[in-house]
C-alpha cells in the first residue's frame, strides 16, 4: 500500500520558518513529479508548490521568494522550506503525488500574529 506522510507543521509566529517534510512508502518520490497543496478553513485546497521529475519548480505567486521544494532521493522525501511565514499560509498541507494521485494525510500549519 502507498503511503505519503507528511511531518513538521506547527504553530509559528509571523516571520518564522518551519521545513515540512513528505516521506514515501512503496513510491520513489525521486522518478515522480511532486507537489505540496494546503488548504485553509473555507477554502479551496490549492497548489502552493511542484517539483518535477527533472528538478524544474513553479511556485503560487503568494509563497514565491518564501518557500522552496525540494527532494532529498536518498532519503526518498520531498520538502517545503516555509519562510517568512504569514498569518495568511495558516492551513492544512498536502503532500502530493500527481501522476499517480497520491495524498498524504496532511499536515497543520498554523501562523500567529
Known amino acids: 500500500q502507498v503511503q505519503l506522510v507528511e511531518s513538521g507543521g506547527g504553530l509559528v509566529q509571523a516571520g518564522g520558518s518551519l521545513r515540512l517534510s513528505c516521506g514515501g512508502s512503496r513510491i520513489t518520490i525521486s522518478i515522480n513529479a511532486m507537489a505540496w497543496h494546503r488548504q485553509a478553513p473555507g477554502k479551496q485546497r490549492e497548489l502552493v508548490a511542484a517539483i518535477s521529475r527533472n528538478g524544474y519548480t513553479n511556485y503560487a505567486d503568494s509563497v514565491k521568494g518564501r518557500f522552496t521544494i525540494s527532494r532529498d532521493n536518498a532519503k526518498n522525501t520531498v520538502s517545503l522550506q516555509m519562510n517568512n511565514l504569514k498569518p495568511e499560509d495558516t492551513a492544512v498541507y498536502y503532500c502530493?503525488?500527481?501522476?499517480?494521485?497520491?495524498w498524504g494525510q496532511g499536515t497543520q500549519v498554523t501562523v500567529s500574529s
Open positions: 502530493h503525488a500527481p501522476g499517480p494521485d497520491f
